[in-house]
């Protein structure tokens, strides 16, 4: 059984700064992608910030230049250190893990959820 699980969320005001964590434990394997995506209420899951086993790193638009992830493979970790946090960052954020097997010439992907951690930015 997999568990990946979220941290860091919380209420803070405009301006201001969190640190989402996530860890991956359990018989997991090789984690290709980590990944953290946001749901506002009302609105379809969308994608925030992307980085491969390498460190291959992609942005939304609308974070890019205030959010950064990383990822530490040891701890089967990924981070979210978001700045200069806006309303519009409320939701609730995340977490996704891509474990990959390898399957003769084949990489076969199979995606883990955490339960979300939520962000309010509010005065």
């Known amino acids: 059984q997999v568990q990946v699980v979220e941290s860091g969320g919380g209420l803070v005001q405009p301006g201001g700064s969190l640190r989402l964590s996530c860890t991956a434990s359990?018989?997991?394997?090789?984690?290709?992608?980590m990944a953290w995506y946001r749901q506002a209420p009302g609105s379809q899951r969308e994608m925030v910030a992307t980085?491969?086993?390498?460190?291959?790193?992609n942005y939304d638009y609308y974070v890019n230049g205030r959010f950064t992830i990383s990822r530490d493979n040891a701890k089967k970790s990924v981070y979210l250190q978001m700045n200069s946090l806006k309303p519009e960052d409320t939701a609730v954020y995340y977490c996704?893990?891509?474990?990959?097997?390898?399957?003769?010439?084949?990489?076969?992907?199979?995606?883990?959820w955490g339960q979300g951690t939520q962000v309010t930015v509010s005065s």
């Open positions: 359990g018989s997991i394997g090789s984690i290709g992608a």
């Open positions: 980085i491969t086993y390498r460190g291959t790193i």
């Open positions: 996704k893990m891509t474990e990959e097997n390898r399957k003769g010439w084949d990489i076969i992907p199979t995606d883990y």
